[in-house]
């Protein structure tokens, strides 16, 4: 696709109810940001705007379609969204950018005091579309090994990789703080030990020492910008729907159709291992398995 056709594409795929009725869920009480594609940034002057506050797929609709239409105007972009999640969400800043810079850059210094949870994230990132095929198998191992230990996570196709997630309460017990400015017995310093350990045990292809207080990821069932196409981030619901696709049953087209496609409808939050098996126990193997300190 040329540029005009991403656009044309992208517009299309976000204007649909149903993906923003998938989509929202997952940016609520969370920081929402669109940035431009790596590949298209030198065509915009603006590379994007973080601190992005959507409540429903009415305020979705906004953020993509008005407060960020310099973007979809110009180049592609990417929706992201915070690992860590707001006890009343982020405010509602000004929508023009040069008035919101003040209060944005209070909160940024702030932020970090309403945080209830942040979630783990094991990016698993390939060098380029030959080598996903490691990428998977390497998912895969480190998927099998949490379900080991009951312990509940979700798994998406990412674009250009995987990321595995799991969620805060899993390692609630530790009793980690949110402050980044004191680094030690916080929630970044704990997760950059287990994704290392897990680098060295699994995966050459983990991203290390990633974790930070205002970290983003790519949101499920948005798309991922290339220069090989657009790719729909896709949550898996089981180990089944993912052994059985690879990267290219996500590769979309001008139809807004993809090899992967399913009725996105009510899929669910698509996690793997109900919260039900989960028990503190396995946690606790499972960071003294890694040599984790505590």
Request: hydrophobic share 35%; proline share 5%.
């Amino acid at each position: 696709m040329n540029i005009k056709e991403e656009v044309s594409t992208m517009k299309a795929w976000y204007d649909h109810a149903i993906q923003q009725f998938n989509i929202f869920p997952y940016l609520i009480d969370r920081e929402a940001a669109v940035l431009t594609a790596k590949h298209r940034r030198q065509d915009c002057k603006i590379k994007g705007v973080r601190c992005l506050k959507v409540t429903n797929a009415q305020a979705l609709e906004y953020v993509l379609n008005r407060q960020v239409s310099f973007s979809f105007n110009l180049t592609p972009i990417q929706l992201y969204y915070s690992l860590a999640k707001y006890k009343d969400g982020i405010p509602s800043f000004n929508p023009n950018l040069n008035d919101r810079k003040p209060t944005v850059e209070k909160w940024k210094d702030d932020h970090w005091k309403s945080m209830h949870t942040y979630d783990l994230l094991i990016d698993i990132d390939s060098p380029d579309f030959d080598h996903m095929h490691i990428a998977k198998h390497d998912a895969h191992m480190i998927a099998n090994y949490l379900v080991s230990f009951d312990i509940p996570f979700y798994l998406r196709y990412s674009g250009m990789g995987y990321h595995i997630i799991i969620p805060h309460y899993v390692f609630d017990q530790y009793h980690k703080h949110f402050n980044p400015d004191k680094i030690k017995d916080s929630i970044y310093e704990f997760y950059n030990q287990i994704t290392q350990r897990l680098h060295d045990e699994f995966s050459e292809l983990i991203d290390t020492d990633l974790h930070d207080s205002r970290r983003i990821i790519k949101c499920p069932y948005s798309l991922a910008c290339y220069p090989q196409g657009l790719f729909v981030c896709w949550p898996f619901k089981n180990m089944w729907e993912f052994l059985n696709n690879d990267w290219r049953s996500y590769k979309l087209n001008k139809e807004l159709r993809f090899p992967g496609f399913e009725n996105m409808y009510k899929r669910g939050d698509c996690t793997i291992r109900p919260r039900s098996a989960w028990n503190e126990a396995g946690t606790r193997e499972f960071i003294k398995n890694l040599k984790v300190k505590t």
